[in-house]
C-alpha cells in the first residue's frame, strides 16, 4: 500500500531538485548543477576537525591542522559535508532561516555521506539546542530535523531534552573572540543521568568558529560524557 501511495504521490509531484525545480530521479536529490556548485570537502583534511586542505597535498593517513595539532580542537572529532560559501549559503539561508526545511532531506544525505570513514560509536545523537524564544520565533529546529536521519541511519536514539539553552543575542556579526563570550555559559546540563558515561554526536547545520560546540562540549563533559562528536551540513574555512 505505501508504495502504491507514493507512486501516485511521484506521479502528482514529480521528483524535481530542491533548489533549482530541475527534474531529478528521487526526491530530495539534487541536479547535477546543483551538486557540482557546492564546494563538498573531501580528503585531504584534518583527522580531527576536517578542515579541508589543498587536494595537491599529500599528508599521510592522519593529518592535523595547526589548531588541532596544538591541542586546540573544539571535540573529539568534527565534520561537515561542505564548505559555507557563496554555492552553500543557496541552501543554508533558507534552510535555517525561511522554513524551507524540505532542504533537510539533501543536506543530512550529504551529511551521512560525510561519516562515511568515521568510527560511529556514539552513544546517543543530540542537536545543538535552540533557545525557547528563537524556536518559538522559527518554528523548528533546523537541527534537530537535520539530526532525525542521521540518528535513523546509525540506529541510535535522539536526545532532545537533556540540554537547555538560554537566550542570547544573534552571532551571525561577531568574531571568534565575541562568539565565545557570548556562548559562555548558554548551555545547562538538566539530565545529567542521561548523559553520564555515553559517547554523544552533536549535530548543527553550520560550524562558524566552533565557539558553539566547544561550549557543549565543556558542560557535556563536566555532567559525565566520555566522548563529545559532531557532524554539521557545512563549516567556514578560513586561513590557518
Not at 537541527?143 to 546509525?154: N, V
Not at 542570547?168 to 559562555?184: L, S, T, V
Request: aromatic share 8%.
Amino acid at each position: 500500500m505505501v508504495k502504491i501511495i507514493n507512486k501516485i504521490l511521484e506521479f502528482l509531484f514529480p521528483p524535481a531538485c530542491p533548489l533549482c525545480d530541475t527534474p531529478v530521479s528521487t526526491h530530495g536529490e539534487l541536479c547535477a548543477t546543483c551538486w557540482t556548485s557546492i564546494n563538498w570537502i573531501e580528503n585531504p583534511k584534518c583527522a580531527r576537525c576536517g578542515y579541508p586542505f589543498p587536494a595537491d597535498l599529500d599528508l599521510g593517513g592522519t593529518p592535523l591542522c595547526p589548531v588541532c595539532a596544538a591541542g586546540k580542537s573544539e571535540l573529539d572529532w568534527i565534520r561537515s559535508a561542505c564548505v559555507y560559501d557563496d554555492a552553500s549559503k543557496v541552501a543554508m539561508l533558507p534552510f535555517k532561516h525561511a522554513g524551507k526545511i524540505q532542504y533537510a532531506r539533501f543536506m543530512s544525505r550529504a551529511m551521512i555521506w560525510a561519516l562515511r570513514d568515521m568510527d560511529m560509536d556514539a552513544d546517543i545523537i543530540m542537536p545543538v539546542p535552540l533557545a525557547r524564544r528563537r524556536l518559538f520565533k522559527r518554528g523548528y529546529n533546523q537541527a534537530t530535523l537535520l539530526a532525525r536521519p542521521i540518528a535513523h541511519a546509525y540506529g541510535l536514539k535522539m536526545d532532545l531534552d537533556s540540554v537547555r539553552r538560554k537566550y542570547r543575542d544573534d552571532m551571525g556579526h561577531k568574531n571568534a573572540r565575541e562568539r565565545a563570550e557570548n556562548i559562555r555559559g548558554v548551555f545547562s546540563v538538566v539530565q545529567p543521568d542521561k548523559i553520564r558515561g555515553k559517547k554523544i554526536l552533536l549535530v548543527d547545520d553550520v560550524m562558524t568558529s566552533g565557539a558553539t560546540f566547544s561550549e557543549m562540549r565543556r558542560v557535556l563533559i563536566r555532567a559525565g560524557a566520555t566522548a563529545v562528536y559532531g557532524v554539521t551540513f557545512c563549516r567556514v574555512v578560513r586561513a590557518i
